[in-house]
């Protein structure tokens, strides 16, 4: 069975509003939206693994770990309109962890500082690990000390995090397993609750916060960040006591994250992680959380949307045509549009994807590619 990774594109249309006897103006259809693939080679070279894209005004980061004997380094490159940048170090050693879904991230804050984040071996057991953080404001030729956003000094998981620029300093979300107990032996995996943690840094670098949002999350899926003009939002698989594993946002508010909320009801209980995170993009106020779900072993891929900044969201829409493996990736565009990516498998059969109307827009699907 061959994957494929898949786009589509929504495009966004004013929905009418009627009050009293007065019908609002007709339907004004977004920008048609096309897209151009393009070969770009990768500045990473060989022996190289768990890539990872951010973007920001300056340009796109790609970074990624290169192994050479038995040490292993982060090293990243910029992509701008000259092309790629010299491949740089940021840091380097024998106790990393390595991880195809928990993989590491180099970001560029609005002050072009730049931030780092792998992770780290804590001990003999493979499921205990810390979260490294480092900063540059040199463009990458050196860094900082490394630091961590937690100080709970277990030897448990701290991982999958999403870095974001809270507009007066860092943001940081990790899963957590401090309450989690260690298994017996140094590869048995730990038992018990996986939570969700978050921390802000100002612009000195002085840690201002350090919180949990969720005591009960997925194990092993990847969490995902945004920052909407009311502030940041972030989306993650939440756990539930009957082990339903739906995806759920909290949003920052007044200093503080507020309550997690469902996105959408899929009821998918599952008794393990199935390792497939959201996928969130913010756009001023608008919000498109990506996600995928396998309640009946069908697994498929939704979007919502969402125009009071995560508040509240729409009905869900399905955006692959038959199947869905996940994996997925959503961007809000300029024009209000969205894409989507997921990966699907090559031999499942192709269906019609249904359109929804929510809240003040209606979005239909304008366009898929295979890439």
């Known amino acids: 069975m061959k994957a494929h990774v898949f786009l589509a594109a929504f495009a966004a249309f004013a929905f009418p509003v009627m009050f009293g006897c007065t019908r609002a103006t007709p339907p004004i259809p977004a920008a048609e939206w096309t897209l151009r693939l393009e ?14 894209l951010t973007a920001s005004a300056g340009g796109v980061i790609l970074s990624w770990l290169e192994n050479t004997s038995s040490q292993t380094a982060l090293k990243f490159s910029e992509r701008t309109d000259g092309g790629w940048s010299e491949p740089r170090l940021v840091a380097f050693g024998d106790d990393f962890f390595a991880n195809y879904a928990d993989v590491p991230s180099v970001i560029r804050l609005a002050d072009r500082t730049l931030v780092a984040h792998w992770l780290q071996l804590n001990g003999t057991s493979s499921s205990g690990y810390d979260l490294r953080l480092a900063r540059s404001t040199d463009e990458g030729r050196t860094w ?8 709970d000094g277990t030897r448990m998981q701290h991982g999958f995090a999403s870095l974001f620029d809270t507009g007066g300093g860092l943001g940081v979300i ?3 397993g401090r309450a989690m107990t260690p298994g ?21 670098w002085k840690q201002l916060s350090e919180e949990a949002v969720d005591r009960r999350v997925c194990d092993c899926c990847p969490t995902a960040s945004a920052v909407t003009t009311d502030g940041p939002i972030l989306a ?17 508010v007044n200093g503080r994250w507020s ?21 969130i993009s913010a756009r001023h106020r608008d919000v498109a959380v990506a996600w995928f779900t396998a309640k009946g072993d069908q697994g498929r891929t939704f979007v919502a949307f969402s125009h009071d ?13 038959a199947s ?18 997921w990966v699907f498998a090559e031999n499942v059969q192709s269906k019609t994807t249904p359109s929804r109307k929510m809240d003040s827009y209606r979005w239909r699907v304008n366009s898929h590619l295979e890439v």
Request: charge should be negative.
């Open 259 to 279: 309550v997690p909320t469902v996105v959408h009801n899929d009821n998918w209980r599952i008794m393990g992680c199935p390792v497939n995170g959201p996928a």
């Open 324 to 341: 869905s493996l996940g994996r997925v990736g959503v961007e809000l565009l300029n024009d209000g549009s969205a894409v989507v990516t």
């Open 184 to 204: 017996a032996g140094p590869d048995a995996e730990a038992t018990g609750d996986m939570g969700l943690r978050a921390a802000h840094f100002d612009r000195a």
């Open 144 to 151: 900082s000390p490394p630091f961590t956003p937690h100080h």
């Open 174 to 176: 990790w899963l957590d």
């Open 39 to 52: 070969p770009l080679a990768s500045p990473a070279g060989d022996a190289t693994a768990q890539p990872q």
């Open 236 to 252: 993650y698989r939440n756990r539930s006591a009957d082990e339903v594993r739906d995806i759920y946002v909290s949003r920052l």
């Open 309 to 321: 900044a995560g508040r509240t969201f729409g009905a869900p829409v399905r955006v692959d045509e």
